[in-house]
């Protein structure tokens, strides 16, 4: 225990007492200024009050709105899906007289390589 009572005068020997209290003097300041800015920032110019309970009413309201919207035209392009093949893979295209591989590609002829 006298070691640690010595350890704790010597750190209190580098401890200055004026100086905390400058230091709690400016923190005390700096939130001052802080909740003056908050003061100012929340403000409301002009702009009735808001309330979130009004607020979360209307956005309930515009879902339910949404969901009851049975015109969903505009999704209809994005939402079509692509025609069925009516023939399988490998088999010749009837579009002219050019072969195709079995992925439905012409095939390019041996001389043109």
Do not use: W
């Not at 919207?69 to 009516?86: N, Q």
């Not at 002219?96 to 043109?112: K, T």
């Amino acid at each position: 225990m006298k070691l640690g009572v010595k350890d704790f005068k010597k750190a209190y020997k580098h401890v200055n007492i004026d100086q905390i209290e400058n230091m709690q003097d400016e923190l005390e300041d700096l939130m001052e200024q802080n909740n003056e800015i908050q003061e100012v920032m929340g403000r409301s110019y002009g702009m009735p009050e808001v309330d979130d309970d009004e607020l979360e009413a209307e956005l309930d309201a515009l879902g339910d709105e949404l969901c009851l919207d049975e015109d969903a035209s505009y999704l209809d392009d994005a939402v079509a899906a692509p025609s069925i093949p009516t023939s399988e893979p490998g088999m010749e295209s009837s579009k002219g007289d050019v072969p195709v591989d079995e992925f439905g590609l012409p095939q390019i002829p041996q001389s043109a390589k």
